[in-house]
């Protein structure tokens, strides 16, 4: 297994409150991306970076940011979290050189948004 | 616009059978196309994968078929196990900025293989 972890593996908390999550990687590698899971959706990209403090927006990007102060830390926040934004959460990485290599995800952070 | 399809949703399979799981993509500029499977309550985890260059690619009881004049790539399983029974998701991906390529996924479709 790629050494991914994801905090929390599970959280619950209320509409309107600051919401963080955190993926650890010790891979090295420079690529890392949040991805969330939905019924009838598949994975959708939130936000992803491509080194230290280098980031940009992915597809559903509204409502979330994301930093990376550290090569092996990569943070999401729901600035006022919203029932909307209950999900699953995947964090994953890639290859150092980032080219036609598979990403390889974490084992998921499950938000309730009440 | 949903450029990644996977038009079943489920699928189900005998033991010892061939599972064949179809996905159809839009865009043209994707050259790289994978699979992942996905048990509940894990993450992804990568199967097989082929370059646009290619039209199949084996890995054990995986294959991957190409058909890029029809955007259409297919992951045959021969033969299914029970342990095969997972969501499958079909992915696809081109350069984007700052030189990442990032994933397109499809909904996914379950397997169901029955003993």
């Known amino acids: 297994d790629a050494g991914i972890t994801q905090s929390p593996r599970h959280k619950v908390t209320e509409t309107g409150t600051p919401v963080t999550l955190r993926c650890h990687q010790t891979?090295?590698?420079?690529?890392m991306y949040w991805y969330r899971q939905d019924p009838g959706h598949g994975l959708r990209l939130i936000h992803y970076s491509y080194g230290v403090k280098d980031t940009d927006k992915g597809e559903v990007s509204d409502g979330y940011s994301v930093s990376r102060s550290k090569t092996e830390d990569f943070l999401l926040t729901l600035e006022s979290a919203t029932s909307s934004q209950t999900s699953v959460y995947f964090c994953?990485?890639?290859?150092?050189?980032?080219?036609?290599?598979?990403?390889?995800f974490g084992n998921g952070t499950r938000l309730t948004v009440t | 616009d949903q450029q990644v399809k996977q038009n079943s949703p489920s699928l189900s399979v005998q033991e010892g059978r061939i599972s064949i799981l179809n996905c159809d993509y839009t865009?043209?500029?994707?050259?790289?196309f994978l699979w992942y499977k996905k048990y509940p309550a894990e993450g992804p985890t990568f199967l097989i994968s082929?370059?646009?260059?290619?039209d199949k690619n084996e890995d054990g009881r995986f294959t991957v078929f190409l058909n890029k004049s029809a955007k259409h790539l297919s992951l045959h399983i021969v033969p299914s196990q029970p342990g095969d029974s997972a969501v499958y998701f079909c992915?696809?991906?081109?350069?984007?900025?700052?030189?990442?390529?990032?994933?397109?996924f499809g909904k996914g479709t379950k397997l169901s293989v029955i003993p």
């Open positions: 891979e090295n590698h420079r690529y």
């Open positions: 082929i370059s646009s260059i290619k």
């Open positions: 994953a990485i890639s290859g150092v050189d980032g080219v036609n290599s598979p990403l390889h």
């Open positions: 992915a696809a991906s081109g350069r984007r900025g700052a030189g990442s390529y990032q994933l397109t």
């Open positions: 865009n043209s500029m994707f050259d790289y």
